[in-house]
């Protein structure tokens, strides 16, 4: 793996309270996590990503924490999380926590101090206005949940602002003493062997909220204060950063106008995800062509992380009105599979009818597409999601590992858990788990280790430059390349139902042996390229060439 390890890794998202229960209680844990490391370990994952560990009162599955410097006790102790760390490196695999620090639970000592007294030391850190705001019912991020993001405090006899729920106070990013704050927790997590962070909500971090102004400034400085300090405690450190804003607002984050990479490494690529989202929907590459030729230029270093489903919704907002009614029509049909005005809150195998063809086809061009790849939980073996579940709850069901009661997630009463497993219909843990895929070389299972050891073969991917084959190519056919100093990897998905055959022999002359290695069947030889056979819902990576010095 290079330098910049980040650009070649794999990284696998799941929330610990629904991973492995360990001791019964009905709660995963952090030693049952540890005990799951060899099975991730042979997926592939390189990189684990926990979401909020920190003690909360869990009204927002985690993100209101209440102490930034401990673990929750349902997941243990910080002991049982350093031990984490050790065992994750003996594997060769790194760990990176959620950084929630746009807000903090009401229920966080910080806040209660600060809406006890107008003299508490704690009073600036978070944002208050003496007056109802104008700007009270504007820049909801959850709407239909969601009334206002300023509410007044009785205690306080002051408006305070939440971007998010009223029960997350927003931290006040103006007060130098938040920021010092901040810095000090990313030092304490690095310190213990964190590789970086997830960065919640980061347009929200750098906002410095003026009350009664919906387009208040930003300060994108302290990202690049944010990125110094991190790589000064550790220098292989990572920040991963969530920002879904206007694609000309994105280089910004990851550097200053002078073209330095020095904020953000990595950005997840919403706009990507959406554009795949409607390829898949629409059976028509053309979405992904645009994606490819409108990726902004990242200055050295700059990464961008792919996904299909993360823990959130499946967010369509980037797309127009009609783009997301066409993708609602093909995975969101009925009102109760979507949310917020704006996205899907359903698993990808379900939303592609459980076709193992499609689902196939849909992972093989994330896993090519320029960037890191990012897997939630459970997607390696087809999990589905329980609509009867609130919210974003439904695709945060516990992980299923076998045919025992809990789906193996826990020896608890069923009634204890912390939510329901899945165990009815097609999805139920009886015909979806680990351990029966695990025993099937065919398996979607077996497929994802394949996959995914195909991928760190080829390093172009992850650390090279990626491009649209611009080739006269029969309708639903997606062909792209990615070259880096370690050779070309050549890429052809047909979207469509129709088996077709694709001529890349304009590709000959840098072509050295080339042959499939990774293909949704047999397909023989390559030849000179002239009659690439590709069929409906099918797939081909082709190693065109490879430097001999590597």
């Known amino acids: 793996m290079g330098d910049r390890w980040y650009s070649e890794a794999v990284v696998y998202c799941l929330d610990i309270d629904t991973y492995a229960d360990s001791d019964g209680d009905g709660v995963g844990d952090i030693r049952g996590l540890i005990g799951r490391l060899d099975y991730l370990a042979r997926l592939g994952v390189t990189c684990l990503w926990l ?243 409108d990726t902004p230029k990242l200055p050295v270093g700059g990464q961008w992380a792919t996904f299909l489903r993360n823990h959130d919704e499946i967010d369509l907002s980037r797309l127009t009105t009609e783009q997301r009614n066409q993708v609602y029509a093909q995975f969101g049909p009925d009102e109760n599979m979507r949310i917020y005005d704006r996205g899907i809150r359903r698993r990808l195998a379900p939303m592609l009818g459980n076709d193992r063809r499609r689902i196939e086809l849909a992972y093989a061009l994330q896993f090519s597409m320029r960037g890191t790849p990012v897997l939630r939980y459970g997607e390696e073996i087809g999990m589905g999601e329980d609509l009867s579940l609130p919210g974003r709850e439904a695709i945060r069901t516990p992980m299923q590992w076998s045919y025992q009661p809990n789906s193996g997630f826990s020896t608890a ?85 129709d088996d077709v055959e694709v001529d890349l022999s304009s590709l000959e002359p840098e072509a050295d042996l080339p042959i499939d290695v990774l293909a949704d069947r047999g397909y023989g030889e390559l030849g000179k390229l002239g009659a690439v056979k590709v069929s409906g819902h099918g797939y081909r990576w082709i190693r065109l060439c490879r430097d001999r010095g590597f």
């Open 51 to 293: 979401h909020p560990i920190h003690p909360s009162p869990n009204r927002d599955d985690g993100y209101d924490a209440t102490d930034f410097y401990n673990v929750d006790p349902r997941f243990g102790t910080l002991g049982d999380f350093a031990e984490l760390l050790h065992q994750a490196q003996n594997r060769g695999i790194r760990v990176i926590i959620d950084l929630v620090v746009n807000h903090t639970s009401d229920e966080h000592p910080w806040f209660q101090s600060a809406r006890s007294s107008p003299d508490s030391p704690y009073r600036d850190w978070f944002v208050w206005s003496d007056n109802e705001p104008d700007d009270r019912y504007q820049g909801m991020v959850f709407p239909g949940e969601q009334r206002e993001t300023w509410s007044y405090d009785r205690t306080a006899k002051a408006w305070f602002y939440h971007r998010f729920y009223k029960f997350q106070p927003d931290l006040n990013f103006a007060n130098p003493q938040v920021r010092a704050e901040v810095k000090k927790i990313m030092s304490f997590w690095l310190q213990l062997g964190v590789s970086g962070f997830r960065m919640d909500a980061v347009p929200f971090i750098i906002e410095l909220t003026e009350p009664g102004n919906p387009n208040s400034p930003k300060d994108f400085e302290f990202l690049t204060e944010m990125r110094q300090h991190v790589q000064w405690r550790r220098g292989d450190a990572v920040l991963l950063a969530e920002a879904n804003v206007e694609p000309d607002q994105l280089p910004t984050f990851f550097g200053d106008a002078s073209g330095s990479g020095n904020r953000i490494h990595m950005l997840f690529d919403f706009m990507l995800n959406g554009r795949l989202m409607l390829a898949l929907a629409r059976e028509d590459p053309e979405p992904l062509i645009d994606a490819l030729h």
């Open 413 to 497: 009463d069923p009634e204890k858990l912390v939510r329901p497993v899945i165990d009815k219909g097609d999805f139920g843990y009886q015909n979806v788990n680990v351990t029966a895929q695990r025993g099937e070389p065919k398996s979607l299972l077996g497929w994802f280790e394949r996959m995914i050891r195909t991928l760190r073969e080829a390093p172009e991917i992850g650390s090279g430059s990626t491009t649209h084959i611009d080739v006269a190519v029969p309708p639903g056919v997606l062909a792209h390349r990615a070259d880096g100093p370690t050779g070309t990897m050549v890429f052809v998905h047909n979207l469509g139902t």
